[in-house]
């Protein structure tokens, strides 16, 4: 088969076509022949080695959709490998598809049966790759772990990511009032177009007084944090009680905080990531209405993964970045 063959770490241009040989399911697995996948923050990092010493070489990417060799079903693949039995975290055998373990940059792949649920059918191919690992992230940090409320206000930071455009329009359906960041102006135009009542340009003059003058009175109740040097500002947009919920650090590994804020106010940092199957099932179920889609930034065929790869992480794109395969 063809496939993007991680053989070394480095910038994108280590991203090429090449022969690598068919997946033999093992048991309890099936062969899925793709149509598409789709890019996530994590395979630039998986691509540069900073995610784990994952031994060479394998296939990369986490996202993707396609059809099942025994069945003929039409299928999406659930990313979370091996979750375990709690809901409230992972387990220790928890892998992420695409790193450790073969992913979906390729025209075959093997996964678990158990991780293969029936493709909307009012999606795209392209638009059913999209969604898997990304809004998976978006549903569980708003509903399992925050526990969003209808009518509450929701503050979801660095618009345009995969993610921060499933969060949008997930809490906006849910009936949330959603308020966004981003450094382009397009960007929060574009946030308004999926449900954002209003938003702020981070790089124009304070940005939290700017959020907590949208939110008024009632204030921000939950802030959907992926940055991670912004923590100190989230726990500042939020009313008292209100949650932080984090699952990505775009912006650093290390921040410094101020105690008191937290314990005076009663706020509640909240770690998340991925989501197990239930959380998928869920997912599942709030894509069913008409006028729910994945956001879509562009799709290339597969043999330009790398150019891909440039735009995920020249940060100018607006939702996701899909692959054609089939």
């Not at 399911?25 to 996530?40: D, H, R, S, T």
């Not at 025994?70 to 975290?89: F, H, K, M, N, Q």
């Not at 093997?110 to 690992?133: C, D, G, I, M, V």
Request: with cysteine; proline share 7%.
């Amino acid at each position: 088969m063809q496939a993007i063959v991680l053989r070394e770490h480095g910038d994108p241009s280590v991203l090429r076509l090449s022969e690598h040989p068919d997946p033999a399911p093992a048991p309890g697995e099936v062969v899925v022949e793709l149509k598409a996948a789709a890019l996530n923050r994590r395979d630039t990092g998986v691509r540069k080695g900073a995610y784990g010493d994952y031994p060479l070489p394998f296939v990369l990417g986490s996202d993707g959709a396609g059809i099942r060799r025994d069945t003929g079903e039409e299928v999406v693949i659930l990313p979370s490998l091996a979750w375990g039995d709690r809901e409230e975290a992972p387990g220790p055998d928890f892998r992420i598809l695409g790193g450790p373990d073969d992913g979906t940059y390729a025209e075959l792949i093997t996964a678990p049966a158990a991780n293969l649920y029936p493709k909307p059918k009012r999606l795209s191919w392209h638009e059913a790759a999209a969604f898997p690992l990304a809004g998976l992230t978006a549903y569980r940090a708003l509903f399992a772990r925050a526990r969003v409320r209808y009518g509450e206000t929701v503050l979801v930071l660095g618009v345009g990511s995969g993610v921060s455009t499933f969060a949008i329009s997930l809490a906006y359906r849910a009936g949330c009032r959603v308020l966004v960041t981003s450094s382009s102006d397009e960007k929060l135009v574009a946030a308004r177009e999926l449900g954002a009542h209003g938003g702020a340009n981070y790089t124009r003059g304070d940005w939290v007084a700017e959020v907590r003058e949208l939110a008024g009175d009632g204030g921000i109740d939950v802030v959907v944090d992926s940055v991670g040097t912004t923590w100190p500002d989230s726990i500042r947009c939020l009313r008292p009680g209100g949650r932080v919920v984090v699952f990505g650090a775009t912006g650093g590994s290390a921040v410094e905080l101020q105690i008191r804020p937290v314990y005076m106010s009663q706020v509640s940092m909240l770690g998340t990531t991925m989501g197990s199957p239930r959380d998928f099932a869920g997912l599942l179920r709030a894509l069913e209405p008409e006028g729910v889609h994945p956001v879509v930034d562009s799709v290339r065929p597969l043999a330009e993964t790398a150019a891909a790869h440039e735009r995920l992480e020249s940060g100018t794109h607006f939702g996701k970045l899909v692959l054609e395969i089939g």
